[in-house]
């Protein structure tokens, strides 16, 4: 049990989510971070801890109901139910069109949108009753621009941004805003594993000349998740140093 607002981060281990879970916990939140394994979970605990700021992590499979039903009930006998939540765990199967496996397709399907689904279904219900909350649902702009080999992760990604702007207007009167992130290239595992010339071409049609730092993403979903953006809802902020 905690006086501080508790924020509830998925995917937290590296890149974005860590960011996310590390500015909110600056900021004076206990922070749940939750990750696919027991070691990625136990590695978000130490991280917190050896920075001195509270939280902990937590195992979630997003693309089973049943995973994240039991972390919600989890939380709520310890009273941990959270006040803010960013769903930000995503999964990518890429590959063209014509040689996507059906399971390539409802695997990111599964995890990234309908993931959500479950994930505000069962999170929103507290913050309805409490009459607050905060939502921010991590998209991408491939979403808005498409991406050769992402039929099915710009197909989810997209599904999130209209979800999350009907869920926006349902639950607004209770005092819960419901947003979306669409972050551009951003610098983290995934993309520092690409060959140093498709890191070059990819920069150069960024207006910035740079791909973006996780923090940057974190910094915009700190504001949403603020007493400060309780005005804002149903909106989707792109991140992308102009690529749009």
Not at 203 to 209: R, V
Request: proline share 3%; with cysteine; net charge neutral.
């Amino acid at each position: 049990m905690t006086d501080k607002k508790i924020a509830l981060i998925t995917g937290a281990s590296r890149g974005i989510g860590q960011a996310c879970l590390l500015q909110l916990a600056e900021q004076g939140c206990y922070v749940i971070g939750t990750a696919t394994t027991e070691k990625g979970a136990q590695t978000i605990t130490q991280l917190l801890a050896g920075m001195g700021l509270s939280g902990e992590g937590k195992v979630l499979n997003l693309s089973l109901k049943d995973s994240i039903q039991a972390l919600h009930d989890e939380l709520k006998a310890s009273s941990q139910l959270p006040q803010i939540m960013v769903n930000n765990a995503g999964i990518t199967r890429d590959n063209l069109l014509l040689r996507m496996s059906d399971e390539q397709w409802h695997e990111v399907v599964n995890t990234n949108l309908t993931g959500v689904f479950h994930m505000c279904k069962i999170f929103s219900k507290p913050m309805l009753k409490q009459r607050w909350g905060r939502i921010i649902n991590i998209s991408s702009v491939s979403a808005l621009m498409g991406n050769p080999g992402q039929c099915n992760y710009a197909a989810a990604k997209a599904g999130v941004i209209g979800f999350s702007k009907s869920l926006a207007a349902e639950i607004a009167m209770r005092n819960i805003t419901v947003n979306v992130v669409a972050p551009g290239f951003i610098n983290t595992d995934m993309t520092q594993d690409l060959p140093a010339e498709q890191r070059e071409a990819i920069c150069k049609n960024i207006p910035m000349g740079r791909m973006g730092k996780p923090e940057e993403i974190a910094s915009v979903v700190a504001m949403l998740a603020s007493d400060g953006a309780s005005y804002i809802t149903g909106e989707t902020i792109q991140v992308s140093g102009g690529l749009l």
